[in-house]
């Protein structure tokens, strides 16, 4: 083909460009200029296996560039073994998941004509699907929805209250293309209708999140404290046997700060995923320590993240865990985190790949599922570990009985001060929208934070910083959204209604 390498140049090129909408840039024109170039290349290439290998640069430049923070983990001093997988973590990942819209866009438009507005139609459509198939299939892996770019615009943020973050990829998707309509003929009627549809959608979009941050409750409940602890532990020196003993001593010490300034409140106390391990936390003397803390006589109450062996068919078995510890140091509730990272926390077919480092890992077991832990009668939270508060629609266990808190602990330690850490944030953000309830977000370091229900961060704790977050208990929507009712019912209405649409502009065109 004439010019195909210039074409996939500039695939490649616009994926990267794309990039810059995520965290830490948050930039949305970036794909208003990105989809654009994007269609202009298909609009100009003749077979479906250049569409599909156009999609795929264009995708690839997209995940590699965004992504590149996974591969520090391997770098983490003491993971030397596992060195061999940086290239498998760098540009695998970003390959693999680059397969999901290459393969959508090259077999839906292959029907479709792209000179026109039904194909056009096809192709948002199939974008659209890829980013949905993505979080679902294989264990799923939503990282970096096009939707997320507009965490920098609060306002349209709040749509996914309504229809959650795969809604508004969709609706992104559409107005971020509508650029690519002038490479049409613009004489058909529907070029005017899809204008007019997309301007009228992202003005009102902004329009009723506007009114709905306008409306939120702004209140809290001064009794009740939320402390979120940040050690700063430094990832080769958290597990590091001389080093447990002080890296306790530090959240100690931490904790004890938050609960002296605020005696006479109800203190919830966040530690971070696995902060401690059982043999530390009950050693005689910290045993001690802590229930100086937290009293049988007073309302304080420790919520942390902790890896705990149990013995399970004579072999022992590894769990990470989400713990609460009430007033006496009594454990009043426990979770085990269910959805486990892939290659992280266990490594899918273990048994079949021949390598010593890989058959001498020992994994993670699994827990059983979401779960609502109650502190007291009225009070109660959503533990989700890490990795689990990306999945949209996951992050409560039941919309008829919403917590008063979703607890994230997590370790962004791994990935160092990179764009890692800063997205992940940014996911919280909207699990915090798209529920209507507050978000305590409690990091080993970077970025612990506490969010309200509307996105907005009361208060962070950067990366690299040690210290603590205390704010009173925001309140949540007494009856908390759409979506947390309906779940993704909208998005799915919304890809059948962009499909339908395609083909009836075909058919009247």
Known sequence: MKYGYVLAALSFVAGIVAHFSMAPYNFPPALFVSFPTLYYVLKHTETNRLKFLFTWLFSFGYFVTSLSWISNALLVPGNEAFYWAYPLAIGGLPATLALFPAICVTFVTRKFDLEHVSGWLAFVFAFSLSEVARGFLFTGFPWNNVGYTWISVLPIAQVTAFGGIYFLSILTIFWASLPALFLLHRREKAFVFMMMLGVLSLSGSALWGWNRMHRMPTGSSPSIMVHVIQPNIPQDLKWHPDKMQSNFETLLSLTQDVIERNKTAMNLVVWPETATVNNVLYAPENATRLRALFPAT?????????????????????????????????????????????????????????????????????????????????????PQICYEIIFPGAAIADARLLPNLIVNVTNDGWYGDSSGPRQHLVQTQVRAIETGIPVARAANTGISAIITPDGHISGQAS?????????????????????????????IGLLFVLLCSAYISRRIR
């Open 298 to 382: 007073q309302k304080n109450y420790l919520l942390t993240g902790i890896l705990r062996a149990q013995k399970d068919k004579g072999k022992l078995a590894y769990f990470n865990s989400f713990n609460i510890f009430g007033p006496g140091l009594q454990l009043i509730g426990m979770y085990d985190k269910h959805h486990l990272v892939p290659f992280g926390e266990y490594i899918p077919f273990q048994e079949h790949i021949p390598l010593e480092p890989v058959a001498n890992f020992s994994g993670l077991t699994a827990g059983t599922g979401p779960q609502k832990l109650h502190i007291t009668d009225a009070i109660s939270v959503s």
């Open 463 to 491: 990366y690299g910083e040690q210290g603590a977050v205390s704010i009173s208990l925001p309140f949540s929507l007494q009856n908390g959204t759409i979506f947390a009712k309906l779940k993704h019912k909208f998005a």
